[in-house]
C-alpha cells in the first residue's frame, strides 16, 4: 500500500491554471494515460511492493537463464507443432505492441505534464537531490520494467519452436537478461534521461512487435532490415541526448541517478556493438535465408531485433 502524503492531495485538487510540478499536474488536463497516482512509489514502499527489490530482480534474472541454459542444453520442452507456435505468437506479439505504444504515449503525455514551466530540460536533467522515483513518469518506468520481464516469453517461444539451436543466440539472452536491470536502475536511482530511454525504445517496439505480429500471422512485411536500424538509431539519439546532459550536469547543480546512466551507457554502448555486427552479417546474407518449419522468417535470427 502506497503512503499518501497531504502534499499530492493538495496537488490533485489545484486547478486548471496551476502549474505542473515533478510530483503532479493539473486536475482538469489528467487522462486515462497521465492520471496516475502522484505519489506513486515503486521502489521505497512499506511493505516492499512485489519487483521494488534487488532480491526481487536476482531471483528472476537468475531463473530467467538458469531455465534458459537448461532447456537449451537438455530440450526436455516438447517441440509445438507450427499452428500452436503461431498462435502463441500472434497473442504475445499483440499484446506487447499494444503496450508498448500505451507506454510510449502515456510517459511522453506524463513527462510534458509534469515539466516544470521554469525547468523544460527536466526530462533531461532530474535535479540531484531532489528527485524520487514517484508521479506519473515513474508510474509508467514501473510499468516498463515489468514489460521487460514478460519480454522473457520471446525466448519461450524460441525454446518451444523447432530450430531452437541456431536462433536462440547470445544477443537475444543478454539483451533479456541484463534489460530488466537496467530498467530496475532507473527507478530504484530516479536516473536522468529514463522519459528518454523509456520512450524512445517503447515506440521502437511498437515498430518491432507489428513487424512480428503480421509475420506470423502470415504476412511478410519487407521492413526486417528498418526493425535494426531504428534499435541503432535509438541508441545513437540517445548518445546525442546523453551530451546535452552532460553539459547540464557539469556546468549546473548535478542531475539525478548520474552512475545508473554510466551503467546504463556501458550496457548500451556494448548493445550497439553487437546489433552493429548482427545487421552486417544478417542482411549480407538475407536473401539465401529460407523460412524454418513451423517458424516464421522474422523469428530465424531468435528476435536479436529486441
Not at 103 to 113: D, F, K, P, Q, T
Not at 123 to 135: D, L, N, Q
Not at 173 to 179: Q, S
Not at 278 to 305: E, Q, S, T, W
Amino acid at each position: 500500500m502506497f503512503n499518501l502524503t497531504s502534499k499530492p492531495a493538495v496537488i490533485l485538487n489545484k486547478t486548471c491554471h496551476s502549474p505542473a510540478t515533478p510530483d503532479g499536474y493539473s486536475l482538469p488536463r489528467r487522462s486515462l494515460l497521465v492520471g496516475r497516482p502522484p505519489n506513486h512509489h515503486p521502489i521505497r514502499v512499506e511493505p516492499p511492493h512485489p519487483g521494488a527489490s534487488p532480491l526481487f530482480l536476482s531471483i528472476t534474472v537468475t531463473f530467467y537463464l538458469s531455465l534458459t541454459f537448461l532447456l537449451h542444453r537438455y530440450p526436455i520442452l516438447p517441440t509445438l507443432p507450427s499452428a500452436a507456435v503461431r498462435l502463441a505468437a500472434v497473442f504475445h506479439n499483440a499484446t506487447l505492441c499494444l503496450l508498448s505504444g500505451v507506454m510510449a504515449v502515456g510517459c511522453a503525455l506524463s513527462v510534458l505534464h509534469q515539466t516544470p514551466p521554469d525547468n523544460p530540460s527536466w526530462w533531461i536533467c532530474f535535479p540531484a537531490g531532489s528527485t524520487t522515483p514517484r508521479g506519473p513518469t515513474f508510474f509508467w518506468a514501473h510499468v516498463f520494467y515489468f514489460s521487460k520481464i514478460l519480454e522473457f516469453v520471446d525466448t519461450l517461444l524460441i525454446l518451444l519452436s523447432g530450430s531452437r539451436s541456431r536462433r536462440l543466440s547470445f544477443l537475444h539472452v543478454y539483451h533479456h537478461a541484463v534489460v530488466p536491470v537496467m530498467c530496475y536502475l532507473w527507478l530504484a536511482a530516479a536516473q536522468t534521461l529514463m522519459p528518454v530511454g523509456l520512450v524512445t525504445n517503447a515506440a521502437v517496439h511498437v515498430v518491432m512487435y507489428a513487424y512480428y505480429l503480421l509475420s506470423a500471422i502470415g504476412l511478410r512485411p519487407g521492413w526486417k532490415r528498418m526493425v535494426t536500424n531504428c534499435q541503432i538509431t535509438q541508441f545513437l539519439y540517445g548518445y546525442v541526448v546523453s551530451g546535452l546532459m552532460l553539459y547540464l550536469h557539469f556546468t549546473g547543480s548535478g542531475c539525478s541517478g548520474f552512475w545508473a546512466w554510466g551503467f546504463s551507457t556501458l550496457f548500451t554502448t556494448s548493445l550497439l556493438a553487437l546489433f552493429v555486427n548482427f545487421h552486417l552479417k544478417n542482411y549480407a546474407h538475407a536473401r539465401k535465408m529460407k523460412p524454418a518449419d513451423g517458424v516464421v522468417l522474422a523469428r530465424i535470427n531468435g528476435r536479436d531485433c529486441t
